[in-house]
């Protein structure tokens, strides 16, 4: 049975405004499942999902592995260390054995842009893209979308600024790609060395202050700053760009009351965000991480074949129940 | 057995190295070119070709080609790479030295040119490393390099960062006569790029290699060729400052050849799209802007010869994710095939120029026998028929790679008949 999604979730820039919507409306319903005391519901019951997972990550890996209990499936895990990849497996191997096992669906996270689709091509299971290289992340745009959504009640005509490193960042490229479809107007601000030549074409702005975005924006999405991109000679060092890219207190201070603070995590406090700044009333970071598991039951509640409209009966375990 | 006296008959004759182009005769006697001429005597036990409607050219010579061995034998073989140029029309083929071991001694260039002799099939010229162990440090012993068969040098694959180095290397090859091959490439510029820096690569989150990264290479070799006599070999050009740069210093009398490549010259990084590693490549398929470029220096000569730049890799490689998958395109099979039809059907260019940048101005620059049908030399042959459409199938090839973006396209005309001093090597 195929979606209302298509039978994979690879980036944000495939999707339809539509689409994007859906997915949206389709969380609603589910983020109270993680406010009950008994957390689980039996809709993706049966369902059999590897959670391969190719390079570093917790918060990501967590999130979608509590989405997928919370939703009744079986879940394994593969991570980078220890895994056949290690030993030498090729990507395309690994594809061809997850699907000699008949698994249902993929979450695949891996360091080589494209890869989420590789895998895509070669393998009937519903693939979703945890991130891939510096492509997507459409996840956490989607669950950006939603926080966004949550406190400002619209998206539409919204200024959203993403602050940091651009070049590298699957974040930046799905939230751009998002925020354009539902036509928000997006900026990006970063040091001239980690911004991608003529991304202008994609229809944002470029800010070479931080003041003048933070003056700009309704809302400000920081990056994470890998420090490794200190060592390959993007910046000079740490302290510099905290001095001159970081969201500060002092930069916030003329900043009106609803200036939404978010950050994809990990944080490296006092790099690209003050403590103060990431404690304090402007940030929406643990609403991200909440909304963050009610986005990926509502992605693998609907690529299942889940009709968004069903999502609440399917919730009370009803009728709803994916086939 | 190939017969010894062979007579291609009314074939229209392109050959420019005479100024020809006429349906005429051509006869083949032990091994050379015997006569041209109209309604040609022959003997009783030549092989008749009948040629009406066909083009009779020079074998055709490709100056870049990685045949892989020693070392990579499982993308490719001497004898495999020779046997996949005979089946394009190439009679003449230059093999590159970035092999394992690389190509950088006398008895690794007399190992290449016996086994593409062994072969049997287009010859195989041996190019010399320009530093040992394409280290980029110290010269190979480039005399005797020549003395054992080799026709130039190159690091290819790796450019010479080293300005030092490529001064002395094009200084000390000109008592020998070889040009100095480049893959022009900023490795500084270039660092961690996988495709094109454009508006393609922003989009897919892959790592870019601007323009300019090949521009300084381009600059830097032309000026040190300036410097020192030595003829600088540029190889698959791909940006429109290079082109220019190129022009400019041919005018002003610089010693330079150059290469576009059939894939530079017919696709753009949008082909990368989908991250089809079939079209990873180096230097990388480029914006419209340069493709263009690339097209108008091809046409005007400042891009004097026509390179495929071959470049096999086993598919097992070629299906990965897109960082993770070598570079290169193979192209012995498809080049003739898509300049006729993206060039000499479409009237961009006439079968002269055409067979002048793919036989004689390439066996001239590389001081090769060849490029030619004067009366007198080896036979070297390539017989094409403009009117056969096919479809290019990578199952079919004999190259061992089939790593194409050209798969599945339409093409029209190719060579029939490809004979390598007097003998019938592939039909």
């Known amino acids: 049975m195929v979606s209302s999604l298509g039978k994979d979730l690879v980036g944000i820039e495939d999707l339809t405004a539509q689409q994007i919507l859906s997915i949206l409306n389709t969380a609603e319903p589910f983020k109270e499942i993680s406010e009950r005391r008994i957390k689980k519901v039996p809709v993706l019951r049966g369902k059999t999902i590897v959670n391969l997972f190719l390079e570093p990550s917790t918060r990501t890996r967590i999130s979608f592995e509590f989405a997928e209990k919370r939703l009744s499936a079986d879940t394994v895990n593969i991570n980078a260390t220890g895994s056949s990849v290690v030993k030498g497996e090729t990507l395309v191997d690994t594809a061809r054995n997850l699907e000699a096992m008949r698994i249902d669906m993929v979450v695949i996270r891996h360091g080589s842009s494209g890869a989420a689709r590789f895998l895509a091509e070669r393998i009937p299971s519903n693939v979703i893209n945890a991130g891939d290289g510096a492509h997507e992340h459409p996840t956490q745009a989607l669950l950006d979308l939603l926080t966004i959504r949550d406190q400002k009640g619209k998206i539409e005509g919204l200024k959203v600024c993403i602050i940091g490193d651009i070049l590298h960042s699957r974040v930046a490229r799905s939230n751009i790609f998002g925020l354009l479809k539902l036509d928000a107007e997006v900026g990006v601000c970063g040091p001239m060395t980690l911004l991608p030549q003529g991304i202008e074409v994609l229809g944002v702005k470029v800010f070479r202050r931080v003041e003048e975005a933070i003056e700009w924006a309704d809302v400000l999405n920081v990056l994470r700053l890998q420090l490794e991109r200190m060592k390959s000679g993007f910046i000079p060092s740490l302290r510099e760009y905290n001095r001159f890219y970081g969201v500060s207190t002092a930069r916030l201070e003329r900043a009106p009351r609803d200036l939404l603070v978010l950050h994809p995590g990990p944080m490296n406090r006092g790099v690209e965000i003050d403590s103060a700044v990431a404690d304090g009333p402007h940030s929406v970071i643990l609403k991200q991480v909440t909304n963050g598991v009610a986005i990926r039951m509502a992605v693998l509640y609907l690529l299942a074949g889940g009709a968004p409209e069903l999502a609440e009966a399917a919730k009370q375990g009803g009728e709803g129940e994916v086939p | ?427």
């Open chain 2, 1 to 427: 057995m190939s017969p010894r006296r062979i007579l291609f008959r009314g074939g229209r004759v392109v050959d420019p190295s005479q100024g020809l182009d006429r349906v005429l005769d051509l006869l083949v006697d032990d091994g050379k070119v015997a006569r041209l001429g109209e309604g040609l005597d022959y003997p009783d036990d030549a092989r008749v070709e009948e040629c009406g409607g066909r083009i009779v050219i020079p074998g055709l010579v490709d100056v870049h080609v990685h045949l892989r061995e020693p070392g990579g034998e499982h993308k490719e073989t001497i004898a495999t790479g020779a046997r996949a140029a005979v089946a394009g029309g190439f009679t003449s083929i230059c093999a590159m030295p970035n092999t394992d071991p690389p190509i950088d001694s006398p008895a690794t260039v007399a190992f290449v040119a016996s086994a593409g002799r062994q072969a049997g099939f287009s010859r195989v010229y041996p190019v010399g490393a320009i530093s040992l162990g394409r280290r980029g440090e110290q010269l190979t012993e480039i005399g005797e390099l020549v003395e054992a068969g080799a026709v130039a040098i190159t690091d290819d694959g790796s450019p010479v960062m080293d300005s030092g180095l490529m001064r002395m290397a094009l200084a000390y090859s000109r008592a020998f006569d070889i040009p100095v091959a480049d893959h022009p490439e900023d490795m500084g510029l270039s660092r961690g790029g996988v495709m094109n820096e454009g508006l393609v690569s922003a989009r897919l989150g892959l790592q870019g290699k601007p323009n300019s990264a090949e521009d300084v290479h381009i600059a830097r070799d032309l000026l040190v060729a300036e410097l020192t006599g030595g003829h600088i070999h540029l190889q698959h050009v791909s940006t429109r400052l290079g082109v220019d740069l190129i022009r400019r210093a041919k005018a002003r009398g610089v010693r330079v050849t150059a290469e576009a490549t059939p894939h530079h010259l017919l696709l753009t990084d949008a082909a990368v799209d989908g991250y089809r590693t079939d079209a990873k490549v180096n230097p990388p398929l480029r914006a419209e802007e340069d493709r263009a470029a690339v097209e108008q220096g091809f046409l005007d000569g400042t891009l004097d010869t026509l390179a495929t730049d071959h470049a096999p890799h086993h598919y097992d490689e070629k299906e990965q994710a897109f960082d993770d998958a070598p570079f290169g395109i193979v192209g012995l099979e498809t080049a003739l095939g898509l300049m006729l039809t993206h060039f000499l059907e479409t009237k961009k260019l006439d079968l002269r120029t055409l067979v002048e940048r793919m036989s004689g101005q390439p066996a001239r620059a590389f001081g090769l026998p060849g490029g030619t049908l004067k009366p007198g030399v080896p036979a070297d042959v390539t017989v094409v028929d403009p009117r056969i459409e096919w479809v290019v199938d990578p199952d079919t090839f004999y190259s061992r790679g089939r790593n194409t973006p050209f798969a599945g396209a339409k093409l029209r005309g190719r060579a029939v008949l490809t004979v390598v001093g007097g003998r019938i090597v592939h039909e």
